[in-house]
């Protein structure tokens, strides 16, 4: 599922609360410093719900809006497409773009070889 950068900040709202109306999921992104007026954020939510991102359910006279996607489905959709992307699909090429870019902070490195002794990499072990 395909979901833009501004359908992504809408979604953002709903995964931290729901349901939410329009005017919630507006007041939402206005404390967050977003501009958009009410008929922006109801054509993205309108988007979402198109493409199945969202559910909506009556709540009198109006929508009161809750995601379907998960966003830990999401992300991986998003960083799995990335790592291909840019990387072929590969970790190392990544973890070393960070590196030399000196992007990787002591604890950064310290819970990546956390995370590859766990793996029993460091073992020999192959996955």
Request: hydrophobic residues 40%; without cysteine.
């Amino acid at each position: 599922m395909q979901i833009s950068e501004a359908e992504a900040v809408v979604m953002e709202v709903l995964w931290k609360k729901h349901p939410q109306g329009a005017d919630e999921v507006v007041a939402a992104l206005a404390k967050k410093g977003s501009d958009w007026a009410e008929p922006t954020v109801k054509t993205l939510l309108n988007r979402l719900l198109n493409k199945g991102a969202i559910e909506a359910e009556r709540d009198g006279r109006r929508y009161r809006y809750s995601p379907v996607l998960a966003r830990e489905a999401w992300m991986a959709q998003q960083s799995d497409g990335l790592l291909h992307k840019l990387f072929g699909g590969r970790v190392a090429p990544l973890v070393a773009h960070f590196s030399e870019r000196g992007k990787l902070s002591e604890a950064d490195i310290a819970e990546l070889k956390k995370l590859i002794g766990e793996l029993g990499v460091e073992n020999g072990d192959e996955r």
